[in-house]
């Protein structure tokens, strides 16, 4: 079975400080992994995905398959990065089902 | 194009009566997804399509909860009958098979 967590329910930085959204997943094939953001009032839209190794907004994040995980990180967080934050991982096959963590709300104070 | 189209936006309703949510994907995507979001439970996916087809609806909570799809442009999640721990925002999201999905604005749902 496949399963993502996000320990972090809520996370609070200051502006200019680094962040990192801790994302880990079970799965015994090879997933791919995205990271979605809901800011407030609005609808969740993709971040970034691994396989494009894109830079988005200035987050990154790495898939270490040792360790399973896909921590989403960014230098320096600015007040607009304040949302809420979804890992989520596909099985890699057609079926296109996406399976979420329960995702972290991150608050960057000024 | 407007993106995944969701009605009504908000919804007031009181227990024990039917609730009705609309979503249209977007031209072209096969897959279609419903979520429902709560504080306590984050994003869970209830049920979802592909081409018109629910594959799983392993999500769906109960009997009360009923989702069909009887074309590619439009879907309906119905709760028969509503209870106040239904309240959530519900999403729809369409994706084609490159797994991107884009999500609708959501429908906020307050059963008294």
């Known amino acids: 079975a496949q399963r993502v967590t996000q320990p972090e329910k809520l996370l609070s930085v200051f502006k200019g400080a680094p962040v990192e959204l801790k994302c880990n997943y079970s799965?015994?094939?090879?997933?791919?992994l995205f990271w979605y953001v809901q800011y407030s009032r609005q609808r969740l839209q993709l971040l970034l995905r691994?396989?494009s190794r894109e830079s988005i907004k200035g987050f990154t994040a790495d898939l270490n398959k040792g360790e399973t995980s896909f921590h989403l990180k960014k230098p320096f967080a600015q007040e607009e990065d304040s949302a809420m934050y979804y890992c989520?991982?596909?099985?890699?096959?057609?079926?296109?089902?996406?399976?979420f963590g329960r995702g972290t709300q991150l608050t960057v104070w000024p | 194009d407007a993106g995944v189209i969701q009605s009504p936006r908000h919804e007031v309703t009181e227990m024990g009566q039917e609730v009705t949510l609309r979503c249209k994907p977007i031209?072209?995507?096969?897959?279609l997804f419903w979520y429902r979001q709560t504080m306590m439970r984050g994003l869970e996916l209830l049920i979802y399509?592909?081409?018109?087809?629910?594959?799983?609806d392993s999500g769906m909570p109960e009997d009360r909860f009923s989702a069909k799809m009887p074309n590619a442009s439009f879907s309906t999640l119905k709760i028969q009958p509503s209870e106040p721990r239904d309240s959530a925002v519900y999403f729809c999201?369409?994706?084609?098979?490159?797994?991107?999905?884009?999500f609708g604005p959501g429908t906020r749902l307050t059963v008294t």
């Open positions: 999201a369409s994706s084609r098979m490159n797994y991107e999905q884009y």
């Open positions: 799965y015994s094939g090879s997933p791919e």
């Open positions: 691994h396989i």
């Open positions: 989520a991982l596909s099985r890699g096959s057609t079926l296109g089902r996406l399976y």
């Open positions: 031209s072209g995507h096969d897959y």
């Open positions: 399509f592909n081409n018109n087809v629910p594959i799983d």
